[in-house]
């Protein structure tokens, strides 16, 4: 099993619309992906007393394989990381693993 993971860093200024990372861009991710996600899950970044959580949101997307991945961020990628302005002002980054357990 591939993840990709999304991270949002969080900062000075930094804003994440999380209504609308739910509500609109995780539809069209869906959509885009289709059969080839296998699977979505979103953490929403919590402050602890004195240190502020390094990511205001991690979006994690996961796939069959490499070649599945590579395929769908290939082809929708661009369109997906043209929306991100409309949620969040910061530049994401991103991170592909393989998951062990």
Same mark, same amino acid.
């Given at each position: 099993? @591939?993840?990709?993971?999304?991270? $949002?860093?969080?900062?000075?200024?930094?804003?994440?619309? &999380?209504? $609308?990372?739910?509500d609109s861009h995780?539809?069209?991710?869906?959509?885009?992906l289709g059969g080839?996600?296998?699977? @979505?899950?979103?953490?929403?970044?919590?402050?602890?007393?004195?240190?502020?959580?390094?990511?205001?949101?991690?979006?994690?997307? &996961?796939?069959?394989?490499?070649?599945?991945?590579?395929?769908?961020?290939?082809?929708?990628?661009?369109?997906? &990381?043209?929306?991100?302005?409309? $949620?969040?002002?910061?530049?994401?980054?991103?991170?592909?693993?393989?998951?062990?357990m």
């Amino acid at each position: 099993m @591939i993840k990709v993971s999304v991270m $949002y860093p969080n900062g000075d200024g930094a804003t994440f619309d &999380m209504d $609308y990372f739910r509500d609109s861009h995780l539809v069209l991710v869906r959509h885009l992906l289709g059969g080839m996600l296998k699977g @979505i899950a979103v953490d929403q970044g919590i402050d602890q007393p004195g240190s502020p959580a390094p990511f205001l949101a991690i979006g994690h997307l &996961m796939f069959d394989s490499v070649e599945d991945c590579q395929s769908a961020m290939n082809t929708h990628g661009p369109r997906l &990381m043209a929306d991100v302005p409309n $949620y969040a002002n910061t530049q994401p980054t991103i991170q592909v693993s393989e998951v062990r357990m």
